[in-house]
């Protein structure tokens, strides 16, 4: 039977697909598996299904061997294959997209709200004792009904972002590579011009050399004074010292993040002691439904790639065999 290495545990629906076509090495550990794991437990093996955690260059498909058939990534994003390297060697690269847009859609709507209402504030203060009684101007939030929505990067995930916002009758704002020729109900704009007037910024763009720190100091200094920062897509896209020195100086209201640069932040990160940064751990796709589709599309294209047959949902770009 051909070996998989599975990075982690994955949920078990994706491993009973495997299980019956295949000799499962799976890795036990909450967190991922250490480099020379890593190197070490790919020898020879047939399919990896890796996970965002692992970076999977030309030194992991070289400790595998010539023997490697396809490489499953359990994710949507590919920031950490070498999809160059993989095409080079004619490895065809498998993703998760699709399932997880309504799940992510849903937590940066609950991120924005948080945010805007000071939930965490408020919850902190309950808990410390510092509620003493119902005052007029104490954690003042911001109305999230009526405001204008910048939604930066117009795909699947931003798209479901834009229809949750028409709830709340929010004016949307949205920006993305190239033209936006169907923005269903948000008006298309300039990044630039999209930071001058949100009310509340939310990123959904992939993580590449050319949108690293997309929201730099400069950038941040070209929001309205008092917007709201929600990012669910890569931490990467965010400087996040420039981001610390925003809220701390009341230019920004406040910022939720799910994903940051590096994960986890330690635990005493100057950005986690700002009491107007709200920062969850990575939670955009953690729903049951939303992880056991993930785990069945990643182990079909383990299973297609054995079989020498197109991926189910192979990275864009590349071959799907």
Known sequence: MPRVFVARAIPEVG????????????????LPPPRPELLARVRGADALLS????????????????????????????????????????????????????????????????AARRLPEG?????????????????????????TLGIVGYGRIGRAV????????????ACGRGTIADAEGAEPVTFDELLARADVVSLHAPLTDATRFLIDGDALQRMKRGAILINTARGGLVDQEALRRALESGHLAAAALDVTEPE?????????????CLVVPHLGSATIETRNRMAEIAARNVLAGLRDEPLVAPAPGMSSR
């Open 264 to 276: 986890p932040l330690p635990p005493d990160h100057p950005l986690l002691q700002v009491p107007t």
């Open 15 to 30: 491993l009973i697909l495997l299980r019956p076509h295949a000799e499962l090495d799976v890795w036990p550990e909450r």
């Open 162 to 173: 834009a229809r949750r916002a028409r709830g709340f009758r929010m004016r949307v704002l």
């Open 123 to 147: 919850e902190r203060a309950v808990k410390s004792g510092d509620w003493l009684t119902w005052e007029p101007t104490w954690l003042l939030g911001r109305d999230v009904a009526g405001a």
């Open 51 to 114: 996970l965002l955690t692992d970076r999977i260059d030309a030194e992991v498909m070289d400790a595998a061997g010539p023997g490697l058939k396809v490489i499953s990534n359990y994710a949507v994003g590919l920031d950490n294959v070498d999809l160059a390297e993989a095409a080079r060697r004619g490895i065809p690269v498998g993703h998760t997209p699709g399932v997880l847009t309504e799940s992510t859609a849903d937590l940066t709507f609950a991120l924005l709200l948080a």
